[in-house]
């Protein structure tokens, strides 16, 4: 079989300063990088707990899209706080976006410090054609 790797970018994804990807397909995965509360422009854009965790989430949607995938395809989630107590607020969105038979493998933990002085980060991978 034939391997494939591509780099992902496209519209609806935020123009990153930093060096890296917004996600990296490898045949049928997709592994997408740190998404954050971060606007189009590449701005952080500072909220409560909810709005940052929406962002990130659709910055993490906008990657899987352009990528070829779906929201059914997410196997795994990390998602790194900047405080631990903001759990349920997320865990409420989380339920939202993934109904209980769709329900990604999830780590979640405490970070010192986020990028831009966020208070969310979202990690994951998906697959296709299992």
């Avoid at 890296?20 to 490898?26: D, G, K, L, P, R």
């Avoid at 998602?79 to 865990?91: E, G, H, R, S």
Wanted: glycine share 8%.
């Amino acid at each position: 079989m034939a391997k494939k790797k591509y780099i992902v970018a496209g519209e609806g994804l935020p123009q990153w300063s930093n060096p890296i990807s917004h996600a990296v397909v490898v045949n049928n995965m997709c592994f997408v990088s740190g998404q954050l509360s971060v606007g189009l422009n590449g701005v952080y854009v500072e909220g409560s707990i909810e709005e940052e965790s929406n962002l990130a989430f659709a910055n993490f949607f906008s990657a899987l899209t352009n990528a070829g995938f779906a929201m059914e395809d997410v196997v795994f989630i990390d998602i790194a706080f900047d405080n631990l107590d903001d759990l349920p607020k997320v865990n409420t969105i989380f339920m939202s976006l993934f109904p209980e038979t769709r329900r990604p493998a999830r780590t979640i933990y405490q970070a010192e410090k986020l990028p831009f002085g966020g208070k969310i980060k979202i990690t994951g991978t998906a697959v296709k054609d299992l």
